[in-house]
């Protein structure tokens, strides 16, 4: 799962409205699940190549965690670093994209777990 950080903030996608989807409705992180023979750090950049046409990222693990508010999976948080800002990304999955200060990120209706991870990567960024 990457912290996608573009010159205009911290960037998120505003998942669909279907039902059948975790967290139809909130805003939330890009990420998904490792594929067999693949690292995480390959998983993050294949990823963020799908999900948001990003081909210029620097990727960087923070931290390991399970998904407690999901499906117990082990996930690989990194912190994605791009030049590029959301209007010149491609959005292949949800209804919106856009980029946010942390406060104005913190405000939105966020997955749950997008939501543990923001504060958890504020918290540590405040510490460094
Ligand atoms: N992230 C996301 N997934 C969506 C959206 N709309 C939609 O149909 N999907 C589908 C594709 C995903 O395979 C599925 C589950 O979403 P998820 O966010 O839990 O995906 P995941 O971590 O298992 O990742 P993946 O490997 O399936 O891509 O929902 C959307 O707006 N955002």
Redesign the pocket.
Known sequence: MALVLSPAGIVL????D?SW???PGCW?L????VEVGELPAEAVLR?LQE?LGLDEVACRPLWRVVDTH?DGRLLTIFEARTPLRPDQMVLT???ALDAFEYDAALELKLAPFCRHVLERYLLESQRA
Request: charged share 30%.
């Open positions: 996608h505003l998942r669909d279907k989807i975790p967290h939330s890009f990420g998904g699940a990823e999900k999901g999955e949800g209804q």
